[in-house]
């Protein structure tokens, strides 16, 4: 699975109800096209040609392009929460061995074809001022961070928050390592790391 699933469809709007099919088609081609090409390098009028909408109706679900970015960041995170959740869950590893499985897990995506780094990471470089981009984008570090550190907490390991800092800073460098120098096994030696810093806390 890519990092960057395009579909929506399990996912509902603020008020609480299912999104659009229009504001799905738009907001799947955006995905799409935003991870897979940069997305300052995607206009608004590709995405309009590519999802088949019209102009007013892309206007009508998003009010600017930042808007339509912030978007497809928030469905990104929510999708990395859960994937995340579920295939922890579903492995039911002691806690320890959950911090390890976080860098196998991305390490399996670091393979998948279409891989171009963190989505995140990739719009902090296209975005760095403030706005809704930003925001977005330290949401979903905070998720990233919390993940580790209840992890951390659950494996008794001392000082939890300072280790969940330096595990969020060995899961950025193996996305930067894998996407920049090729190398998928950057999540294999961030692993091996992060065994060291279990052991160590």
Not at 1 to 30: K, N
């Amino acid at each position: 699975m890519s990092v960057m699933r395009a579909a929506a469809s399990g996912l509902a709007d603020q008020a609480g109800h299912r999104p659009s099919a229009a504001r799905e088609r738009i907001l799947a081609t955006a995905s799409r096209l935003f991870y897979s090409e940069g997305i300052h390098a995607v206009g608004v009028d590709r995405v309009i040609a590519e999802s088949g909408v019209a102009k007013a109706t892309l206007y009508a679900h998003f009010t600017s392009k930042e808007e339509l970015v912030a978007a497809y960041l928030a469905q990104a995170s929510d999708e990395w929460q859960q994937w995340m959740r579920t295939s922890l869950e579903r492995a039911a590893l002691p806690p320890g061995e959950s911090v390890l499985a976080v860098f196998d897990l991305v390490g399996e995506r670091f393979q998948a074809p279409g891989f171009r780094g963190c989505p995140f990471i990739n719009a902090a470089a296209e975005f760095p001022g403030p706005g809704r981009v930003t925001e977005r984008i330290d949401a979903h570090r905070t998720r990233v961070r919390d993940l580790f550190a209840g992890l951390a907490r659950s494996a008794g390991a001392a000082g939890p928050e300072s280790l969940a800092d330096t595990l969020t800073m060995l899961y950025d460098g193996a996305m930067i390592s894998a996407q920049l120098d090729g190398r998928p096994a950057a999540a294999q030696d961030a692993r091996e790391v992060a065994r060291g810093l279990l052991a160590a806390a």
